[in-house]
C-alpha cells in the first residue's frame, strides 16, 4: 500500500529541510522509534525536523506524492504510542519548531509553535503574571503540540479543565500539503464547525499542528497545599467527594496510597511524613485574596478531620509547597524502579463516584493478586452541589511542626 522511501526521497526531503535536518542513520533514528509505551516500538525509514509551516507544507506534498506514510511527533512522550511509525516512512518532528511567538498581555494570550516544552510555557508565562493552567505530569518533557493532539490534562483539571479548553486558535497543515487556519485571539467564537475541537485529540491523524494560540488566565496571587494522611484507606476516598460536594474548587487533589508513599521514600533516600498512613491527600488552592483563601483551608481541614485525617499539614511558603510536592512527582519513576513489570492507565469518573472507584480497583487487584498505587485526580468539569462546612479552624501549619521537613 504504502512505497518505501528512497535515496531520491531522502535527498528531496534534505532539499525541503536542510540536511541536518534529515536523519536516517539507524543509531540516530533509534530514539524515534518509540515513545513512553512499554514495549512498542517501530523503526522510521527517516526521520524529518521541520523549522516551518511552509516545510511541513512541502514534507507533506511529497509523501502525498510517493505514497510514503508520515507519523507526525512532538517530545515522544505519549503514552498511547500515537508517535510510534508503525507503517515505516517519515517521522515528522517538530521539536525543532519551539518558539514562543508573542505573549500578548492585553488580550490575555499566547501564540506559541507546537515544539515548545509545556513547562517552559508556563515560566515563560508566569515571568510576565499569567497562567497557563494544564499540568500534564510529563510538563518538563512533553510538547505543547503533543498535549493538543492528546488533549492532555492535569492534576489542575480539578478546578481549571484541560488543554482543549484553552486553544482559541491553530494553525495546521492537512495531509495535502494545504495550510488551514481555525479560530484565533477570539474568546467568542461560535460560528461554523468547530475544527479546534475536532484537532484537539486526534493524535495527528488529521493534520499536523504548526502555530497555536493559547487562552491564558491571570497568576493566582496565592496558593497553599495541605498533605493529609489518613490511618484509613476509604475515609481518605469518601473525603475526596465530601470536599467536591462542598462550594470549594481545589485546584487539585491528589490521592496516594500507603505503598507508593513507600516507595518514593525508597526512591527519593528520604522519610516523608506519616509514612505508615494508610493514605495521603494532597490537596492544592488558590486564590487571589488572604481571607478567602484561609477560610477555603479551614474548611477543608474541617472536612478531613471530621473524616478522620490524623493530622492536616498546611505549607504556605513556595519552598515548603516544592518539597511537599516531591514525592508525587516522583511517583512513577518510583513505582518503575520497584518493579520493572508495570502499567498505568488514566480512569475518568464523576467526581462523587470516586470513593467507588478506589473501592473498586482494590477489588479486582485484591482478585488477581495485583499491586496497586492509586493516584486518582478529577478531570471531570461537573457541577458542584452546595453544602455547609462545619466552622471550626483545625489545620496548622507545616511550619509549626518546627520545619518545613513536615511537609517534605
Ligand atoms: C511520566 C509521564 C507522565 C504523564 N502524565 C500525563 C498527564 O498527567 N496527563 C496527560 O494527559 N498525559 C500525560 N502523559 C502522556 C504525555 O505526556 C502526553 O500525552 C503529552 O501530551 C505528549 O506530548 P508529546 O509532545 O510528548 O507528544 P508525542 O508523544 O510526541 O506525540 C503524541 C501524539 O501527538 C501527535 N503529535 C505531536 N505533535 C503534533 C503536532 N504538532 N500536530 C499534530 N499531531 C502531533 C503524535 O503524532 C502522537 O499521536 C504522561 C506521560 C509520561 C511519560
Known amino acids: 500500500m504504502y512505497k518505501k522511501v528512497d535515496s531520491e526521497t ?3 526531503l534534505r532539499h525541503i529541510v536542510g540536511a541536518d535536518n534529515v536523519l536516517a542513520d539507524a543509531d540516530e533514528m533509534e530514539p524515534y522509534s518509540h515513545d513512553e509505551v512499554v514495549g512498542l516500538r517501530a523503526d522510521p525509514e527517516v526521520v524529518v525536523r521541520a523549522t516551518s509551516t511552509e516545510q511541513v507544507s512541502q514534507i507533506f506534498q511529497l509523501a502525498q506524492r510517493e505514497r510514503i506514510p508520515v507519523t ?5 512522550m505519549g503514552l498511547s504510542g500515537g508517535a510510534v511509525p508503525v507503517c515505516g516512512g517519515i517521522i515528522l518532528s517538530l521539536e525543532k519548531m519551539n518558539r514562543i511567538l508573542e505573549i500578548d498581555k492585553e488580550n490575555l494570550m499566547v501564540t506559541v509553535e507546537p515544539g515548545v516544552i509545556t513547562g517552559d510555557l508556563h515560566q515563560a508565562v508566569e515571568a510576565e503574571g499569567l497562567f497557563y493552567p494544564p499540568d500534564p505530569a510529563s510538563l518538563d518533557s512533553c510538547s505543547i503540540g503533543g498535549n493538543i493532539a492528546e488533549g492532555a490534562g492535569g492534576p489542575r483539571a480539578v478546578k481549571y479543565g484541560v488543554t482543549k479548553d484553552y486553544v482559541c486558535g491553530l494553525e495546521a497543515v492537512l495531509p495535502s500539503g494545504q495550510v488551514i487556519t481555525c479560530g484565533g485571539k477570539l474568546v467568542k467564537n461560535v460560528t461554523g464547525y468547530n475544527l479546534i475541537q475536532l484537532l484537539i485529540g486526534s493524535e495527528g491523524t488529521l493534520a499536523v499542528v504548526t502555530k497555536i494560540v493559547l487562552r491564558l488566565l491571570p497568576l493566582p496571587k496565592l496558593r497553599v497545599d495541605l498533605l493529609v494522611p489518613f490511618d484509613d484507606f476509604q475515609a481518605a476516598a469518601n473525603t475526596v467527594s465530601d470536599i467536591i460536594a462542598q462550594r470549594i474548587v481545589p485546584t487539585t487533589i491528589e490521592f496516594m496510597e500507603r505503598d507508593s508513599v513507600l516507595a518514593c521514600e525508597r526512591y527519593l533516600e528520604k522519610e516523608l511524613p ?7 491527600l494532597l490537596i492544592q488552592l488558590d486564590g487571589n485574596h488572604r481571607e478567602a483563601i484561609d477560610a477555603d483551608y479551614d474548611q477543608v ?14 505549607a504556605l511558603r513556595p519552598r ?9 512527582r516522583a511517583i512513577i519513576d518510583a513505582l518503575k524502579k520497584e518493579s520493572p513489570i508495570n502499567h498505568m492507565e488514566d480512569v475518568v469518573v464523576p467526581r462523587a463516584e470516586i ?12 482478585r488477581y493478586a495485583l499491586s496497586t498505587a492509586l493516584r486518582p485526580f478529577d478531570r471531570t468539569q461537573g457541577r458542584l452541589c452546595s453544602g455547609q462546612g462545619s466552622g471550626h479552624r483545625a489545620t496548622r501549619s507545616a511550619g509549626e511542626r518546627g520545619s518545613a521537613s513536615a511537609a517534605s
Request: one cysteine or more; hydrophobic letters at 45%.
Open 274 to 280: 506519616f509514612h505508615d498512613a494508610a493514605a495521603h
Open 320 to 328: 515548603d509547597q516544592d518539597r511537599l510536592w516531591e514525592a508525587r
Open 10 to 12: 531522502i535527498e528531496r
Open 355 to 366: 470513593p467507588a472507584l478506589l473501592k473498586g480497583i482494590r477489588e479486582i487487584a485484591e
Open 301 to 314: 481541614g474541617d472536612i478531613c478531620l471530621k473524616n478522620g485525617a490524623l493530622d492536616v499539614l498546611v
Open 72 to 76: 507526525p511527533r512532538g517530545a515522544g
